[in-house]
């Protein structure tokens, strides 16, 4: 089963206008994963550090250097769906992607 697949399956009443950010969430979600738990990550404490910044940094908006490609991606990642937050926070209505009259 691919990733795209599993994301519909997981959430499958995600509206359509979110699930492709959703989807793309969980791929990056797989490839952090996957870095954190390398065991030549696991074992270098500087590393586990340094990873961990650039992924706070990113989900902070700060965009990570060319040397954490996989934290880029999470920063890329986040755009959309921070737009989507804030479009529904100005509208009064979080549980919406529109405004509501």
Do not use: W
């Not at 989807?23 to 738990?37: A, K, P, V």
């Not at 908006?61 to 954490?68: D, L």
């Not at 890329?76 to 937050?85: C, F, R, S, T, Y």
């Amino acid at each position: 089963m691919s990733m795209p697949s599993y994301g519909g399956l997981a959430y499958p009443h995600t509206k359509k206008d979110r699930i492709y950010y959703l989807e793309r969430m969980m791929s990056i979600t797989t490839l952090i994963d996957d870095t954190t738990t390398n065991p030549d990550v696991l074992g270098d404490a500087q590393r586990q550090s340094e990873l961990r910044g650039h992924y706070f940094d990113a989900i902070a908006g700060i965009r990570p250097p060319a040397s954490a490609p996989i934290a880029q991606l999470l920063y890329e990642g986040l755009i959309p769906i921070k737009a989507q937050l804030a479009s529904s926070r100005a509208c009064g209505n979080a549980s919406r992607n529109r405004c509501i009259p």
